[in-house]
């Protein structure tokens, strides 16, 4: 499994602006990008293709999702 550290665990990234804790890990699993909440680890993972997840980040970067982000 592509990903995994030297104890056969997945390798769990997080943003590093992520401040309380409530925060959404990803990880590359077998060439597809896997997420999970980061407070419920333990109850499972969603898994998307390379695909998907590019198609996300250029939504991201296009600004399509900017209206689901509560104004501070």
């Known amino acids: 499994m592509q990903g995994q550290d030297e104890q056969g665990n997945v390798a ?3 943003s590093t602006r992520s401040g309380g804790g409530d925060c959404v890990e ?3 699993v077998d060439g ?13 993972m969603i898994v998307y293709t390379a695909s998907e997840w590019r198609a996300f980040v250029e939504g991201i970067k296009d600004g399509e999702f900017d209206d689901l982000v509560p104004l501070r």
Request: glycine letters at 6%; proline letters at 5%.
């Open 26 to 28: 990803v990880a590359v």
């Open 32 to 44: 597809s990008v896997a997420f999970r909440h980061s407070r419920r680890p333990n109850e499972g």
């Open 12 to 14: 769990w990234r997080i």
